[in-house]
């Protein structure tokens, strides 16, 4: 019997390990029966001593009967109505997709279990029209998700296009926020602006201070993921670093880059066709 016992503990072990409900139910199946021999035992050796507990100890096996039965049952549900994806699973597969910069939203995201295999079904915005392109960053989405998470045997992601209702510029400045930065790392902060789609005055203006512009190593790319981080579409520049790593991370997230040989912001948002309200420096 304690074998039986220490056996049904390990068969869940590994069923827990695999995710296999099969190997789980048995593994109850195993340990119900431990525990009703276990009680029956100690009925009949109670009756031997003069101490009738056969109905007590009945009672008490259609309890361990009846819970491990409707355990069995709900495990087995969530499984044909597939709704047996734990939340932690979906959670680090949430986490995954957005980890992405290309991806602007996370739309819907459903898992299943069949078995010990899961199936992920997802729906997201990319940051890009280029259906070549759209297509390459959902291939690598998804061979990231089936090499972090366990047992998943199939990963859907339907994708779309942003339809943004608004783009956003980037543009750094110098240390007294008049001018534009030729040293793009190094700029103390970035003048952010927006403007609707279809408009071409800006509808906001702000400054956004650089966190890494004193970074002895790497600014550059620091920068150019802090502006991804804060979705920006577009950089304007007055020097081209188009084979540092800036270029690669902004291309990585296809944001547009954009040359330009003005001196003041206005001036450069202006050639390229957008009226931008003074700003404070």
Known sequence: MAATFWFSRYEKKVGVKINSPILLADAAHIYTDVLSNTVVLAAVVSSALGFPLEKVAALIVVGFITKTGLQILKDGAKVLLDASMDYETLRKAEKLILNFPQVMELKSLKGRNSGRFKF?????????????KAHAIVSKIENQMKADIGNLDQVLIHYEPVQKAETIYALPLTDDGRSVNPHFGEANSFLIVKVLTGKTVASQVEILKNPYCKEEKGKGILS??????HRVDTVLLRSDFSSKGPSYVFSNANIEIQLTDEERPEQAFAKIGITLEAHET
């Open 120 to 132: 992920l079904e997802a729906n997201i915005t990319l940051r890009t029209h280029d259906l070549d």
């Open 224 to 229: 150019a993921e802090f502006l991804t981080e």
